[in-house]
């Protein structure tokens, strides 16, 4: 391997922000490996503490660095896309928590709106707004989980709880609305499940300025600790190239600098009338991916604190009638009430020929649905284009070279999830 | 009903922003590979979402690494498949797959759809020469769908177990096929040389 990275004669900091940090950081490789010929073999998971899930890394080691590694998954392979061809629409709502179960109403936003599309639905403004906050409610826990845990796995548990508190505070929020905590299943096409109840959004109001503060500790905890600068700096380096040619996405491919975002460049729902930054960092390694995921986190209260104070009481269902689901007073009071109801479940609607790739930017990245229809109620083919499954695929690359106990640091920054990995 | 309506901008669809330069691009693209191109779908004729361009398979290379180098849709988006099995089209032209891709423009934040029919014992050259993201799109396509790759390093499955039978996500394939195996996956330790 070569040290190249680290004898440039730009300092690291000067590189990264343009400008030098309080900290003065200068990482250096032991030369000194007793056991530099030594090859051995490593093999990781599919069932191990630091992997996050049900998946496996086998490495061969030189001393203690990974010469060559490759990955192996599937283990919770539930064969989604197989399912979504067999299950109607309203059905295949409670597949998609199943995806990225830390950040579950996303994919039910996504999934939803993919939908809706086909089929050519407005929903109602309060909808929007309401579907809006709880995407970026999951996109604040899953980004708490990924950071909490990236630091756990380097040995910093306590910066954990602290995310972990504002996290089942805003899994209670969510209760509140849908009743779950994480497998929610909150959206309907063409609408929700439910309203949001009375002051909901004043609650909402007081977890985001909790949050906030918590965030400030958070960052002063850790940001700048010499322990954690020394383990994230220049550590699993994934470049601005590497991720255009790898498919990265999300916070994983701004951390490398490459300055997408969907909510802005391609604004689905309100983004475009909301205001918030995107945050880009320069070198791609750990430290940068945990740093752009806190500034995200930052961003996101900001949208959530805009959306709480438009939000306006009004339906929550579309007018379309093809897919309303009727109200329960309805079914259980008239005949025709309860012939709907039971057409709806059986039978489900159809949706017209045709076919459209629907992206969200999720917590880890650009979620996709590629549906493809060809009449009735049933997708011809369903398609999840989920982040993890192009983010995975870089891992072998980025370790490759690093320490094997980096190998932990990397997983845990490029947060993949198995449930979005294998579907 | 189509997704044509003024409310599709809701679901973040820009289909008058984009349409100037995508008739622009294809009527370049048309003069250039003329008959390879089979078939192109504009948004505005059918019910779709984006510019989908069918394109021999001869060509398909040539005509993907122009639209990467040239035409800035440089991010292999998703690659994916299709079975055509029950279409009207398989009987008369034995094309049963599909494989789908979907590019996007990292400038101009615009996608596009290009499609490759093939039929069913076909084997097309792989595409990890153009992104080397391809490499675990086109072993997901070979596991669901059992098309081959020629010239993939590493063409095995990947989520199902090694010792499987069958490709999933065929029409023909059962939605409870189950296969049960006893001892865990082998592994091969060739991989690591």
């Not at chain 1, 690291?12 to 990482?27: E, F, K, N, Q, Y």
Request: hydrophobic fraction near 40%; glycine fraction near 6%; include cysteine.
């Amino acid at each position: 391997m070569s040290d190249s990275k680290f004898q440039n004669d730009v300092p690291l900091d000067i590189a990264r922000w343009g400008m030098p940090s309080r900290l003065d950081v200068t990482i250096k490789k032991d030369t000194d490996d007793l056991f530099e010929d030594s090859k051995m073999l490593v093999n990781i998971g599919p069932t191990h503490p630091a992997m996050h899930g049900a998946f496996r890394c086998m490495a061969k080691l030189n001393g203690e660095v990974i010469e060559k590694s490759y990955c192996e998954f599937g283990y919770t392979h539930r064969a989604k896309e197989k399912l979504g061809e067999n299950r109607t629409y309203h059905q295949f709502v409670v597949y998609t928590d199943r995806l990225n179960y830390c950040s579950a109403l996303i994919n039910n936003v996504t999934y939803a709106m993919s939908v809706e599309r086909m089929m050519g639905i407005e929903v109602p403004e309060r909808t929007i707004w309401i579907r809006m906050i709880c995407a970026e409610i999951s996109r604040v826990i899953d980004h708490l989980i990924c950071v909490g845990i990236n630091a756990v796995d380097l040995g910093a548990f306590s910066y954990f709880t602290y995310g972990y508190q504002q996290r089942e505070r805003a899994y209670t929020l969510i209760e509140k609305l849908c009743g779950a905590r994480l497998t929610t299943s909150y959206t309907r096409i063409g609408g929700l499940m439910s309203d949001a109840p009375e002051g909901w959004e004043k609650e909402v109001k007081d977890w985001v300025k909790e949050t906030r503060a918590v965030l400030a500790e958070m960052d002063k905890l850790l940001t700048e600790n010499r322990i954690w600068l020394n383990r994230t700096k220049d550590v699993a380096v994934f470049n601005k190239e590497q991720c255009l040619q790898y498919g990265f996405t999300g916070p994983n491919a701004r951390a490398a600098g490459i300055n997408i975002d969907l909510r802005r460049d391609q604004p689905c729902m309100f983004y475009d009338k909301v205001d918030f930054e995107v945050p880009v960092a320069q070198v791609g390694d750990v430290f940068d991916r945990y740093y752009v995921r806190l500034e995200e986190i930052k961003q996101s209260l900001n949208i959530i604190t805009q959306c709480a104070d438009r939000m306006k009481p009004g339906p929550i269902w579309s007018e379309d009638k093809r897919t309303r689901i009727p109200d329960k007073d309805v079914v259980y009071n008239t005949m025709e009430g309860l012939i709907h109801h039971f057409k709806f479940f059986m039978n489900g609607f159809n949706v017209p020929k045709g076919e459209a790739y629907t992206a969200f930017e999720a917590a880890n990245g650009e979620l996709g649905f590629y549906i493809v229809s060809k009449g009735g109620p049933m997708a011809h083919r369903m398609r999840i284009r989920s982040p993890s499954f192009w983010h995975y695929q870089g891992l072998d690359p980025m370790i490759k070279g690093e320490y094997i106990g980096d190998l932990v640091a990397a997983l845990g920054s490029i947060n993949v999830i198995a449930g979005e990995l294998d579907r | 009903m189509d997704i044509r309506k003024p409310v599709a901008t809701i679901y973040g669809y820009f289909q008058d922003k984009f349409s100037p330069t995508w008739n622009e691009q294809i009527l370049k693209l048309r003069e250039s590979y003329g008959e390879a191109i089979e078939l192109v779908v504009m948004p505005m004729e059918s019910n779709i979402d984006m510019p989908t361009l069918t394109v021999k398979k001869e060509k398909i290379h040539e005509f993907l690494s122009d639209l990467k180098n040239n035409y800035q849709y440089s991010f292999l988006t998703d690659f994916t498949a299709t079975d055509e099995k029950d279409d009207e089209e398989f009987e008369k032209t034995n094309h049963r797959f599909q494989l789908v891709f979907h590019l996007f423009n990292t400038e101009t934040k615009a996608r596009i759809r290009v499609k490759v029919k093939l039929s069913e014992n076909e084997s097309i050259a792989t595409f990890i020469d153009l992104w080397i993201g391809a490499n675990w799109a086109e072993r997901e396509i070979f596991d669901m769908f059992g098309i081959q790759f020629e010239g993939h390093p590493d063409l095995r499955r990947i989520l199902m177990d090694m010792r499987w039978e069958g490709h999933p996500l065929r029409k023909d394939y059962p939605l409870r096929g189950y296969q049960i195996f006893l001892t865990p996956e082998p592994l091969d330790p060739e991989l690591l040389k």
